[in-house]
């Protein structure tokens, strides 16, 4: 026993002995990201640490430099980048941002372009001899020209849901964004956007990953939206956009959004019914559910995905039951919608009595409209007869002139040697319109047995002018006498 004791304290001390001879004696490694994607146009950044032996420490100082091979790193090639050269004489610009003499070899590398995908290795190179390339390892870089779709999930109570988007109403949700962190400067973004106008919640954080979480309550308005998430990043050249986009379906009890009854020659009521899944809708006549037959009729027409509407015609032999009923039901709930079919048929006669009051009040207005119209333009019609007119016109003229003129007429007439009889002759008359001012200009025509001319000017000279006229043919007359 006592000899198994022995061997088994040696076999540790052994052990241990190994594992102090690890410590105190590092040698040459490097730690490296396997691969890393960069935007064209962007930056990438190389997290970087080693180790080298513990008898070179001594060669690590603040003049120590850090330097990247790219594909090749044997004694022929050319390194692409020293950080204790010019920038300016680099095959690619950039900087390390890692404290060396910590052996933190970190390093950003500037406006990346797809020259600069391929494999790189770092050396170490200090005073002495400390000139060490890592040539066990190396980082693959990648450059895209597009930056890669954020990957979107649905998380419902905390839970995330794997290939499913259908969450039931009223539950809590969150949608999650996140993509991979691509050098830029000023760092990428992260954006939500939906087919809705719906107020959005959002939180962000940046990590190793972009990361934006969007909270919100399911409810019935948010089925069927698109909600996109989308990536940008702003270069010098130009900016670059990713997009991931989720469709929500979210499951609700039915709900009956429009419904109402009319009564012609069968009394016809209908039910718009919207749910999800989609509803199906029965009729409920007295409390008894109603099929189609000779006195009723269902029949449905289909609004959308989740909302239909259902029809039913009455024969008026049922409108003395007091109630129809329209049901709406899914896996989820019912919805209920009553009607009265009294207060229905109540309804139409209302409506028709009052119908009937408008159309008996318009044809009212319309004999009463025809009735003014047609004394107005008799009156008129009146007032625009010739005998009227001259009749008018001899009245206003003065009763001197009047005689004065039937004597003129009577003279020229015996001397002319005519014989008297009822033959009429025309008067012809020249009307003069220089006054636009005057009211009216009438003529009379007398019956005579003699043809005169007789010219009547309506002017500034007015009813003068025409008595002159008169008298001027009464002398002309005596003077032939």
């Known amino acids: ?22 410590v105190c004696c590092k040698d040459f490694n490097i730690s490296l990201p396997k691969k890393i994607q960069a935007l064209s146009g962007s930056c990438v950044i190389i997290n970087c640490r080693f180790d080298i032996n513990e008898t070179y420490d001594k060669d690590l100082t603040e003049r120590a430099a850090g330097v990247w091979y790219k594909d090749k790193h044997d004694t022929g090639s050319s390194p692409v980048f020293n950080s204790s050269a010019s920038m300016q004489n680099s095959f690619i610009k950039g900087n390390i941002t890692g404290e060396l ?10 406006y990346v372009t797809s020259i600069h995908s391929g494999q790189y290795f770092f050396r170490i190179e200090g005073e002495r001899k400390l000139k060490w ?5 190396n980082v693959s870089v990648q450059v895209i020209e597009s930056p890669v779709n954020p990957q979107v999930v649905l998380y419902v109570n905390e839970q995330e849901l794997q290939g499913q988007q259908e969450v039931l109403e009223g539950r809590s949700v969150s949608l999650r964004c996140s993509a991979e962190t691509l050098c830029s400067s000023p760092p990428a973004t992260l954006t939500w956007s939906s087919t809705a106008r719906i107020l959005l919640s959002e939180s962000s954080k940046l990590q190793e990953l972009i990361i934006s979480d969007l909270n919100f309550t399911a409810a019935q308005r948010h089925n069927r939206v698109t909600f996109t998430c989308s990536i940008s990043y702003q270069l010098q050249d ?4 990713a997009h991931s986009s989720i469709t929500l379906h979210v499951q609700y009890t039915p709900q009956i959004s429009n419904s109402s009854c009319s009564s012609t020659n069968v009394t016809v009521c209908f039910c718009e019914v919207d749910g999800n899944p989609s509803p199906e809708v029965q009729w409920h006549l007295s409390g008894h559910p109603v ?13 959308s995905n989740t909302s239909l509407r259902s029809f039913i015609s009455l024969d008026h032999s049922l409108t003395h039951t007091n109630t129809l009923l329209c049901v709406s039901k899914n896996t989820h709930g019912t919805s209920t919608q009553l009607f009265h079919l009294d207060l229905v048929i109540q309804k139409e006669i209302s409506n028709l009595f009052l119908i009937l009051i408008g159309a008996a009040a318009g044809a009212f207005a319309i004999v009463m409209l025809c009735g003014v119209t047609y004394t107005c333009v008799r009156k008129n019609n009146g007032k625009l007869q010739p ?13 001197e002139n009047q005689d004065d003129s039937v004597d003129a007429n009577n003279i020229m007439m015996s001397s002319a040697g005519a014989t008297t009889g009822n033959q009429e002759s025309i008067i012809y008359s020249s009307i003069d319109f220089s006054n636009s001012k005057s009211r009216s200009l009438e003529v009379e025509s007398v019956s005579c047995l003699h043809v005169e001319y007789a010219v009547v000017l309506r002017g500034s000279g007015g009813t003068a002018g025409a008595e002159s006229s008169v008298r001027e043919s009464t002398r002309s007359t005596e003077a032939q006498d």
């Open 133 to 137: 390339t890592f040539a066990k390892s």
């Open 1 to 22: 026993m006592s000899v198994n004791v022995e061997m088994g304290t040696t076999e540790k001390i052994i052990i241990f002995c190994f594992l102090l001879q690890g």
């Open 387 to 399: 005998t009227d007119q001259g009749k008018e016109s001899v009245n206003n003229v003065d009763e």
């Open 291 to 303: 099929s189609n037959s000779s006195n009723t009729f269902i029949s449905e027409e289909r609004m």
């Open 238 to 241: 130009n900016n670059r956009t």
């Open 101 to 110: 003499l910590d052996k933190d070899c970190t390093t950003v590398f500037y």
